[in-house]
């Protein structure tokens, strides 16, 4: 007799995977799989940390005369096997967009959906030299503002920060180019890695540095300018989620902050909305702020009292003036 009944528990689970199939009106999937899997996107974010810096992330007996030759060898694997998640992502948006169509998609279609993915993943692979040069700035700014980094080469192999943007600079391209279900695959690889969670449609300049980084969020249309520091905790969110008719989350609003060059957040900040920190503002920690900020400020938890006391001040006054 078998220990464990596995036959009804079975049933069971087709049963719950067919009502969720039929709710989703999903079509049966007769070529297998059609979703792109998170595992093997984390080979090829691993594979491209590797081409992007060979000699730290790359493999540990690699020689530098031979760094070309490692290199080229793993940027053709990693762009194939990227190709392959891409046609898969723009297949499946492409058959829930035709799910009702008359006749059924043919080959042409289907190249079609090929062509783009090629595209695409050519577009990628070209930018690459320049994702690296921004994540030097990105160390740089690390090194320069943590006395206690010992070396570029510790930052970029210890920082959290440092590998969340790797997965940032990457993903934000993949969105950039319309593959937005692998952009946020690879956020989320480095999210659960490192606890910060940055949208790859976020815009980020250059030399970006965030220090300890556990619990920071970063909202989809958030625009961090350059020379920017963030501390842990740090929320730049939506203050609100307009609905539409049906009641449905209107998609693709600008909702989150633009945060100016060469601005310091400070541990447990939160800035909702689309508001905006002037250029060279400090804001200090565990301060919520949903209303712009001058360029050059100060912000603190006793600046804010201040600024709401006054506020008060001036509601009590406006009162008895209307009464006196």
């Not at 994540?135 to 090194?143: E, F, G, S």
Request: proline share 5%; hydrophobic share 45%; aromatic share 6%.
């Amino acid at each position: 007799m078998a220990l464990f009944d596995i036959e009804p528990i079975l049933r069971s689970l087709q049963a719950v995977r067919q009502r969720w199939r039929d709710e989703q009106k999903r079509a049966i999937e007769p070529g297998g799989r059609d979703l792109p899997s998170r595992d093997a996107l984390s080979e090829v974010i691993r594979a491209l940390k590797g081409v992007l810096f060979p000699m730290r992330l790359g493999p540990t007996d690699l020689r530098q005369d031979s760094e070309n030759f490692y290199v080229a060898h793993a940027l053709d694997a990693a762009l194939h096997a990227l190709l392959a998640q891409a046609k898969l992502e723009l297949l499946y948006v492409a058959r829930r967009e035709t799910a009702d169509s008359e006749p059924a998609p043919h080959g042409d279609f289907f190249r079609g959906v090929d062509a783009h993915a090629i595209k695409a993943v050519q577009a990628f692979a070209q930018r690459l030299p320049q994702i690296r040069a921004l994540l030097d700035t990105d160390v740089i700014a690390a090194y320069h503002g943590d006395p206690a980094a010992g070396s570029v080469d510790e930052v970029l192999l210890c920082y959290p920060g440092v590998l969340a943007m790797i997965h940032h600079r990457l993903a934000h391209e993949l969105y950039r180019l319309g593959l937005p279900l692998l952009a946020r695959i690879v956020a989320e690889l480095a999210h659960a890695e490192t606890g910060i969670d940055i949208h790859p449609g976020a815009r980020i300049g250059a030399g970006f540095f965030i220090d300890h980084g556990t619990g920071v969020v970063v909202g989809e249309t958030a625009i961090i300018g350059e020379r920017v520091r963030l501390y842990q905790a740090v929320t730049l969110g939506a203050k609100r989620f307009p609905r539409n008719a049906d009641g449905h989350l209107e998609k693709g609003l600008a909702r989150h902050p633009i945060v100016e060059d060469d601005v310091v957040v400070y541990a447990g900040a939160t800035i909702l909305g689309r508001v905006t920190i002037g250029r060279g503002a400090t804001i200090g920690g565990n301060v919520w702020i949903t209303h712009d900020v001058a360029p050059g400020s100060h912000v603190t938890q006793a600046s804010l009292r201040n600024e709401s006391a006054r506020s008060s001040e001036i509601a009590v006054g406006l009162t008895i003036g209307a009464h006196g």
